[in-house]
């Protein structure tokens, strides 16, 4: 699916901890969280930018880390990014439920 939407002007960074073990949990699930915040991410970037997918170990387990370098979230949005059914993009491109899926 992401695979169309990355350009020449797109570069996927990949930096995995390699000494972390396997995680035990719900792999249909974890793939909606990392297409959600990965089409995110491509949407912020536009046609060019950076896509940064980290993984390390902290105190309470795995951490993943999707990071890019569009734009950012503007302040007045920051309070509502995981409100259902609250989107950014224009009519028709967003339907606002990504975020909030991440959350649950």
Not at 25 to 53: F, P, S
Not at 61 to 88: L, M, Y
Request: aromatic content about 6%.
């Amino acid at each position: 699916v992401f695979v169309q939407r990355i350009g020449p002007q797109l570069e996927i960074r990949r930096d995995y901890d390699r000494s972390l073990h396997p995680v035990f949990a719900h792999a249909g699930e974890l793939n909606q969280i990392w297409t959600h915040l990965i089409d995110n991410a491509l949407d912020a970037m536009g046609e060019r930018g950076t896509l940064t997918v980290r993984t390390a170990r902290d105190d309470r387990g795995v951490v993943v880390e999707i990071s890019d370098t569009g734009g950012g979230i503007a302040p007045e949005h920051i309070s509502r990014v995981f409100d259902p059914f609250f989107t950014t993009k224009p009519a028709g491109a967003g339907m606002g439920l990504g975020l909030d899926t991440v959350r649950r």
